[in-house]
């Protein structure tokens, strides 16, 4: 359960480079992060569980068509530039349409981050971080452009969540 | 302004219209389709659902692998449904086993298929089907134009929520749930997990009930046809994980002559193989068909809210599916509540048992119909041959025959009307197009 603080969530698959959201959580855990609650998620629909009791919202994903393979982009919500983003299935909601939705009932905040405003019984302010990626296929590794962006992106993440968190 | 009506005395000649009506990616369905529709001179000729997203060989891979892992494999077919995967395919390996579950294990594994129910039915009642009731382009819009379909969202997403805590507790984990094994479970759950479920299904279960007057009461378009039904029945309790395969049409076999009544076949315009009863004829599989053949078992409470929506069962209106899919979330919610009160963990988490070599088929209620696996095992455990038949390929066949009945009385309509009444269609059987690889565009072709 998410009780406050901050939550990062990692979306993404087992396949290519679509992976590295899930790669991200999984080398933070080693990682000493207090009052920093970390989760994998393979559809962004599930981000709508997670929302209630937390101030802020980090997510990771990979994206298409925020740069050369392996651009590492930090943005914070609403991003005009990814209405475009489409999600894996048609079924599924891609991650801008679900924070819109979120946004539509409340549920996230669209104010700047660095309102100094008290947070209590407001909804999270979200953040995501994106690794541009071209390589989804079923079954394959990181590709070479990622996974040299991998430590990189650790490191920025890391940063910004202690340098807030402090 | 000058006519743009070109004179007819110049036209060519040509010996017949053609018309094509291509609904290019379906929306608010599960995977890549197409839907094409061919008008040769007024006249409707074919309606062709071509699954294009790519087969996905599930059960080739499985073959050499021990049976352990079908669970855990087969799983991967569907991110809605993965439970359905993992019940058929356990129930399926633990016939060859021998393998018989005691109550508790049994009751553990209806409370998970409960969980998978309420969130895969919740997600497609109001985030991909109503929509269409109310004449949005999406949920998101909705939500957005007034005020009362916010908060109608709002609560179906703390709907969604108990489902998957169900799903997340018992499944280990919130993405390709890991906990189910052949024999039970790896981890069985704490009577505390268990009561912190309980309260988030009693804090939603007035809104569940709720949700079959709200569904019962949109307005449906009009089309009723002469269906044959399948599901599983149960002797007493509504099926998911157990019973005889009956339909409409007073087929009542056991699950071990599925093959002897139905079959899959390659239709040449679809990567998905579609279905039909071997004497001929298609059939209907789904939320629809479970209640219109099992209502009599629901819980009371579930049994009174559908007598009290006014609807005459058996319904016969594919439209109306979400009724029935409102129905059977009152009805998980209900059992789910059911089986944690009366949860006495069990001694050991699974029932162990020797491998040996063997065949056998079992079917389990998916959310979205009946789900197939036969498998045979060779004396070391590894899976020989493996045949997965999902729901979604079951019904592919009466989707085409429906949209033939719809698309006659359509066709002085504009493309723009047809593709939009034909999607809607479709989309309410909540077709999973990554299951029926193992589905939508649309295109309509006028000559």
Not at chain 2, 269 to 286: C, D, E, I, W
Not at chain 2, 375 to 389: F, M, Q, S, W
Request: aromatic residues 8%; contains cysteine.
């Amino acid at each position: 359960m998410t009780d406050a603080g901050t939550l990062l969530v990692g979306l993404g698959s087992p396949h290519g480079d679509d992976r590295i959201g899930w790669l991200v959580i999984e080398r933070l855990r080693s990682m000493p992060l207090d009052g920093i609650t970390l989760r994998q998620a393979r559809s962004p629909l599930d981000l709508l569980d997670w929302l209630e009791g937390i101030e802020r919202l980090v997510v990771c994903d990979a994206a298409r068509g925020t740069g050369p393979p392996g651009r590492t982009r930090h943005w914070v919500w609403p991003v005009a530039e990814l209405d475009a983003w489409q999600g894996s299935g048609s079924h599924d909601f891609s991650l801008p349409q679900v924070l819109e939705l979120a946004e539509h009932l409340g549920l996230v905040h669209t104010g700047s981050i660095n309102d100094s405003e008290s947070h209590a019984n407001k909804p999270p302010r979200v953040e995501l971080w994106t690794v541009e990626g071209h390589n989804d296929n079923p079954g394959e590794c990181l590709s070479t452009e990622v996974e040299a962006a991998l430590p990189g992106l650790l490191q920025s993440i890391e940063i910004s969540l202690k340098g807030r968190e402090g | 302004m000058p006519d743009a009506t070109p004179d007819p005395s110049s036209r060519q000649p040509i010996p017949s219209q053609v018309r094509t009506i291509q609904v290019g990616a379906i929306a608010r369905v599960e995977g890549e389709g197409k839907l094409t529709i061919h008008v040769r001179d007024g006249q409707l000729q074919d309606v062709q659902l071509r699954v294009f997203e790519a087969p996905r060989f599930f059960e080739a891979l499985l073959r050499g692998r021990s049976l352990y892992e079908a669970p855990d494999i087969t799983a991967r077919i569907c991110g809605i449904c993965p439970i359905a995967y993992q019940m058929s395919a356990c129930h399926a390996l633990e016939q060859i086993l021998g393998i018989e579950l005691p109550p508790a294990l049994r009751a553990l594994r209806r409370l998970i298929y409960c969980g998978e129910w309420i969130e895969s039915h919740t997600l497609h009642m109001f985030l991909l089907h109503a929509p269409d009731f109310f004449g949005y382009e999406s949920a998101i819009a909705m939500a957005q134009a007034r005020p009362e379909y916010a908060d109608l969202v709002r609560k179906s997403l703390q709907l969604k929520k108990a489902g998957n805590a169900i799903v997340t507790r018992l499944g280990g984990r919130e993405i390709h749930p890991i906990n189910v094994r052949v024999g039970g479970f790896y981890r069985l759950p704490t009577r505390a997990e268990l009561h912190k479920l309980a309260e988030q299904l009693s804090a939603v279960r007035e809104f569940a009930r709720e949700t079959v007057r709200w569904s019962a009461a949109l307005d449906f378009p009009q089309l009723e046809r002469d269906y044959e039904f399948v599901s599983l029945r149960h002797s007493d309790e509504y099926p998911m994980n157990e019973g005889r395969i009956v339909s409409s049409r007073g087929l009542d076999i056991a699950m071990g002559e599925f093959s002897d009544h139905f079959e899959e076949y390659q239709a040449p315009h679809s990567n998905a193989l579609q279905s039909r009863r071997k004497a001929g004829g298609t059939y209907f599989v789904g939320p629809l068909a479970r209640w219109n053949l099992n209502h009599d078992l629901a819980h009371d409470a579930v049994r009174q809210a559908a007598d009290e929506t006014g609807i005459i069962w058996p319904c016969r209106n594919p439209h109306m599916s979400i009724v029935a899919r409102s129905l059977e979330v009152f009805y998980a919610v209900e059992e789910a509540l059911r089986v944690i009160a009366q949860y006495e963990p069990p001694e050991q988490p699974f029932v162990a048992c020797p491998i040996r070599a063997g065949e056998a088929a079992w079917i389990t209620e998916a959310p979205r119909g009946i789900l197939y696996h036969r498998y045979e095992t060779d004396d070391e455990g590894r899976i020989v041959h493996a045949d997965i038949n999902a729901p979604t390929s079951q019904n592919q066949r009466q989707m085409e025959e429906d949209l033939l009945d719809l698309l006659a009385g359509l066709l002085e309509q504009n493309d723009e009307e047809i593709a939009w009444q034909s999607e809607r269609l479709v989309r309410s059987y909540d077709p999973c197009i990554s299951c029926a690889t193992h589905f939508l565009q649309v295109e309509v072709k006028r000559s």
